[in-house]
């Protein structure tokens, strides 16, 4: 950074951007993108005091910088479906409330 730009805070920031799909960016996106990066590219930042403040012209470097990335290849074919953690289908589930009602009864206990 420039020591003529004007620090902004990652709320100021996150203010100063317009929405990404009809969504406003939180301040938290400014941090990621401050730690973490987007797709190699890392915004500038500076440490004053306790707080992380960037500037109006950082922002607009990262974008341009992001602008020059290629964009991840999309796949061809849709991904396979898979079940999330946690999610079973219905005839599993089934068979499971069946083996547990059978249990107890196994064990002689109904």
């Not at 920031?13 to 938290?28: D, N, Q, T, W």
């Not at 400014?30 to 915004?43: D, E, Q, S, T, Y």
């Not at 341009?64 to 079940?83: D, S």
Request: proline residues 8%; aromatic residues 6%; glycine residues 8%.
């Amino acid at each position: 950074m420039v020591a003529i730009e004007t620090p902004l805070t990652f709320t100021e920031a996150a203010k100063a951007l317009p929405p990404i799909g009809g969504k406003r960016v939180h301040a938290s996106t400014i941090w990621r993108w401050a730690r973490k990066g987007c797709r190699g590219v890392i915004l500038e930042t500076r440490r004053y005091g306790g707080r992380f403040v960037t500037t109006l012209e950082s922002l607009d470097r990262f974008a341009k910088a992001l602008a020059e990335q290629p964009l991840p290849e999309r796949a061809t074919e849709p991904a396979p479906t898979v079940p999330h953690n946690g999610t079973r289908n219905t005839a599993r589930r089934e068979r499971e409330i069946q083996q547990a009602e059978q249990e107890p009864r196994k064990r002689g206990i109904l």
